[in-house]
């Protein structure tokens, strides 16, 4: 043989080069349905974006809704440090005024 294989080289050689070529189209079927899983995924963003567009009061709707959750979470902290210090001032008050004499 001109390129330095004997006839015991060749079959291996074969068996070696279907091996690539089987993990190559088995490479190439996971990347096929990954590539699909993407699309279905780029093709939903993209439906909800062309409604969001179509509907720029939903997007407004829903920033209006999340701006009143935001300050009702707000206000409720608020709330709840003020009652918190009041009732710690009154039981300060209490405190001070059993241990006065009275006059």
Request: glycine share 2%; no cysteine.
């Amino acid at each position: 043989m001109a390129l330095g294989l004997s006839l015991l080289d060749v079959p291996k050689l074969l068996w070696s080069m279907g091996r690539k070529i089987e993990k190559l189209l088995a490479l190439q079927t996971k990347i096929t349905a990954s590539l699909l899983v993407v699309d279905e995924r780029l093709r939903v963003l993209e439906d909800r974006m062309t409604h969001l567009e179509a509907n720029p009061h939903q997007v407004v709707t829903e920033a209006r809704a999340a701006a009143s959750a935001a300050s009702t979470i707000v206000a409720a902290a608020i709330i709840s440090d003020v009652v918190t210090r009041i009732t710690r001032i009154e039981m300060r008050a209490e405190d001070s005024g059993r241990r006065q004499p009275p006059p």
